[in-house]
Nanobody
């Protein structure tokens, strides 16, 4: 019922920036907390950043804090992840997720997931 489509993936360039977007449909967007997760090759999926339904609350993984910024525009059913100061450890598939809970910012147990967008490394 809820569909999430990520876009904006691209090659990691050390020190550069990348902005990911996620478009939601099939839901009342403001009723959901939104999050970004990533999964690197050979690693488990991990929480990156989350944002509450009205943007009052945000949460970041230690690896993302100070470099990444999550934001949302409810009128556009969109959540974004601005990634600055990229490094090779940021290489992963990034997933957009939605959570029906409205208290705080969950870091697990999200209800709906996108297909992911590639953020590959270069060498």
């Amino acid at each position: 019922q809820v569909q999430l489509v990520e876009s904006g993936g691209g090659l990691v360039q050390t020190g550069a920036s990348l902005r990911l977007s996620c478009a939601a449909s099939g839901c009342t967007f403001s009723n959901y907390a939104m999050g970004w997760f990533r999964q690197a090759p050979g690693k488990e999926r991990e929480f990156v950043a989350g944002i509450g339904w009205n943007s009052e609350f945000t949460s970041y993984a230690d690896s993302a804090k100070g470099r990444f910024t999550i934001s949302r525009v409810n009128a556009k059913n969109t959540v974004k992840l601005q990634m600055n100061s990229l490094n090779p450890e940021d290489t992963a598939v990034y997933y957009c997720a939605a959570d029906r809970r409205l208290i705080g910012v969950p870091t697990s147990g999200y209800d709906y997931w996108g297909q992911g967008t590639q953020v590959p490394g270069s060498s």
